[in-house]
């Protein structure tokens, strides 16, 4: 049997950030003190294993710490996961449909949790495409922007700017409504949209150029540039050397 009024628990961050962004009316917590004096927490909060940390639940934990309850064992369910992103999926698939969220604050939080993750396998997707295909746009497979939509339920354009924010590292300000939404996004810097040289892989910088340069030829006599380079790329081949013009 734990009792509340005695025992100390920490707020996981991201769940702290939930209450920030949607925080329970006054009428809503009352409704729900009346409801644990009478009833008693009737829905598990959701703890870590060493059961100091709570990821789900921290409105009913601070009700029942007021009040002074005692709680069973069986009123805290115990996550397995220790890994941060499955703790922080948990937190979201609690507190997503359940808060009344905006639009845009939804698709700010899906940005948050999800956005690193969705870049990081983009860009492994990318490398792996990297070859004679000029394949840098995640393989057919859509953009993170166009992934955190679908998740959050949001237009693609809300989702850009959720991008924009978290990329410009102000999100965690707009989402603690420490900076205003519209203002951060006026003050984040705007990304170019075509790619510097470095950011595409040297296989398609390469092909590219080669495109570009059997490009230059009448259709005709195409095929025997190729084949010409092919020829002087075999090893021992001689490469001709370009002619001088005569001397008048």
Excluded at 171 to 193: E, G, I, N, W, Y
Aim: without cysteine.
């Amino acid at each position: 049997m734990i009792l509340a009024a005695k025992k100390t628990m920490k707020i996981h961050p991201f769940a702290r950030m939930f209450s920030q962004v949607a925080p329970l009316s006054k009428e809503k917590r009352d409704e729900m003190v009346k409801s644990i004096e009478k009833n008693g927490i009737l829905i598990p909060m959701l703890v870590n294993k060493k059961k100091d940390t709570i990821y789900d639940g921290a409105t009913r934990w601070g009700i029942a710490y007021d009040l002074k309850l005692k709680l069973e064992d069986d009123r805290f369910e115990v996550f397995p996961s220790e890994d941060e992103d499955d703790i922080r999926e948990a937190i979201a698939a609690r507190n997503i449909d359940r808060r009344q969220l905006t639009d845009k604050e939804r698709s700010d939080l899906i940005s948050k949790l999800f956005g690193p993750k969705l870049e990081e396998e983009a860009r492994q997707r990318q490398s792996k495409a990297g070859s004679f295909k000029g394949a840098t746009k995640l393989d057919g497979k859509g953009s993170v922007a166009e992934k955190i939509a679908t998740m959050a339920g949001v237009k693609k354009s809300t989702a850009q700017q959720s991008e924009k924010l978290r990329k410009a590292g102000v999100l965690d300000d707009v989402l603690q409504k420490k900076t205003a939404r519209t203002a951060a996004l006026k003050k984040a810097p705007t990304r170019k949209k075509a790619a510097s040289k470095s950011t595409i892989p040297f296989p398609d910088q390469v092909y590219k150029k080669w495109s570009q340069f059997v490009a230059r030829f009448p259709h005709p006599v195409r095929r025997e540039v190729i084949e010409l380079v092919h020829g002087w790329t075999k090893p021992g081949a001689a490469v001709p050397k370009p002619s001088t013009p005569a001397k008048k």
